[in-house]
């Protein structure tokens, strides 16, 4: 019975030596675990082993990538903001357009700073609004300049940004620390965004090589030397490096460099008379000394004087204010750009109906004259003539002073004062008499070359002297003769 237990102690002792004893853990001992396993079939062999197993808390917290690479790799998307601003109304003005300078307005615009973009709206309202596909004024800051400048506007706090396109914007904000807020984060997304895109390279058409950066554009000496040492590449930079972008940097030198050009542009261009002789400047018809144009038409009077006399005799000898009322300034001046242009001209054209149109124009011809159709020298002549009390001896004096006209003044007077005398026939219908004629003519027709004297006594006198001829044209020019 003895001998029984004892082998049932040693049995049961055998079995309990197989069951695993609960793990003891002190606070020094908590990380390392045993771990004892047991087959689960009588053919395998028995055997333990020995594990560190590290508690989730315990493990090193690995930092979060921010390269793109692992990004897309690991598909986490990352949505931080660039930097903390909000968007905020800015003065913003944009003076130049790819190189082409433009008429500065400014213009307040909900400004928002993105991690490569400056975007404008009108205001807050459209950002919130705007729809996928609209329209915006996007800034690309990637190879971009800005710098605070003082010298394009008068306003306090501006800095401009220039883009690698050669546009350029002003900022300004009323506030101090906005601008300057505004300002080191603008800059610190140039900084960012061109350090991201590879210091903004540039690609030589039709290769795979790059070329190295200019020294005006952030990055430079980011080429490789082999580049460098390439004189194709080096003849590129010269080409590159006076395009629009190297100007829009608007430094002092420049500057000096337009003005250098600008002025051997000057010295070297042709002169008038040169240009004349090529055809491209023709002479003028308007404003031209009357001389020089009846001696290019080969005539003693002026073709424009006769054509428009010959339509007023045609059409508007009855017209009610003829000579006195003034056309359509805008239709004068169509007809005579028309005639400057030497182009044919037809007074019976629909559009020259209005017949003021045409007595407006010739009177804009007398008084557009460097030199009056009364010359300059004969002006104090006349006035002493028409002192004359004697009406023969003046008539004789007048006729006499006309007739020591060069030839194409006579002439051309004695057209005009005939077709006047004509008109005076229809005074009834037209309203006009002596005059008025000579208050519309006398003023157009002569004119003292210094105005010492009283103007309004020099305009008595030309009034007088016109209105006298008027009345004597057929004894002054002898149309009884005729």
Not at 222 to 231: D, I
Not at 379 to 385: G, N, T
Not at 393 to 402: G, H, P, R, S
Request: proline fraction near 4%.
């Amino acid at each position: 019975m003895a001998g029984t237990r004892i082998t049932n102690l040693q049995t049961a002792s055998k079995q309990s030596a197989l069951i695993p004893r609960p793990q003891q853990t002190t606070a020094g001992q908590g990380v390392v675990q045993l771990r004892i396993k047991t087959s689960q079939t009588s053919g395998d062999r028995l055997s333990q082993s020995k594990s560190m197993v590290l508690q989730e808390s315990d493990l090193p917290q690995k930092p979060i990538s921010r390269h793109r690479r692992n990004q897309s790799q690991h598909n986490v998307a990352v949505l931080e903001p660039f930097m903390e601003l909000k968007g905020e109304n800015l003065n913003v003005a944009k003076i130049s357009d790819s190189g082409k300078k433009q008429k500065k307005n400014w213009t307040s615009m909900w400004t928002v700073l993105t991690s490569d973009q400056l975007l404008f709206y009108k205001d807050r309202q459209q950002e919130a609004s705007l729809k996928p596909g609209g329209k915006i004024d996007m800034v690309q800051l990637c190879g971009a300049l800005i710098e605070w400048t003082t010298e394009k506007t008068s306003r306090k706090n501006v800095f401009q940004v220039t883009t690698n396109t050669g546009s350029e914007y002003l900022l300004q904000a009323d506030s101090c620390s906005t601008a300057h807020k505004w300002f080191d984060g603008v800059k610190k997304a140039v900084d960012s965004s061109t350090k991201a895109d590879g210091g903004f390279p540039l690609r030589k058409s039709n290769s795979t090589d790059y070329l190295p950066r200019h020294s005006s554009l952030p990055g430079y000496g980011s080429a490789s030397p082999s580049a460098k040492r390439n004189p194709v590449n080096r003849r590129s930079i010269n080409m590159f490096g006076s395009s629009k972008l190297k100007h829009s940097a608007s430094d002092s030198a420049d500057k000096n460099g337009v003005k250098n050009r600008l002025k051997k542009f000057i010295i070297r261009r042709p002169s008038m008379k040169t240009l004349q002789e090529k055809g491209l400047i023709k002479d003028r018809v308007f404003g031209c000394h009357l001389l020089t144009l009846c001696q290019r038409e080969g005539t003693t009077i002026p073709k424009f004087v006769q054509v428009c006399v010959e339509a007023v005799d045609k059409r508007g000898l009855e017209v009610d204010g003829i000579y006195r009322v003034s056309g359509n300034l805008a239709t004068i001046q169509k007809l005579r750009f028309i005639v400057d242009q030497e182009e044919e001209l037809d007074l019976d054209n629909s559009q020259w109906e209005d017949i003021h149109v045409v007595t407006g124009a010739l009177k804009m011809f007398f008084r557009e004259l460097p030199e009056p159709l009364f010359p300059f020298r004969f002006f104090q002549a006349f006035v002493e003539a028409v002192k004359i009390k004697d009406s023969k001896q003046k008539t004789q004096a007048v006729k006499k002073l006309i007739q020591q006209l060069p030839k194409p003044n006579q002439d051309t007077i004695k057209l005009l004062f005939s077709h006047l005398h004509r008109l005076l026939k229809f005074s009834r219908q037209n309203l006009m008499s002596t005059q008025s004629i000579g208050i519309v003519f006398g003023p157009t027709l002569m004119w003292p070359e210094l105005d010492a004297g009283n103007m309004a006594v020099n305009m008595v006198y030309q009034n007088q002297i016109v209105e006298f001829i008027l009345i004597e044209t057929q004894e002054i020019f002898d149309l009884n003769r005729n």
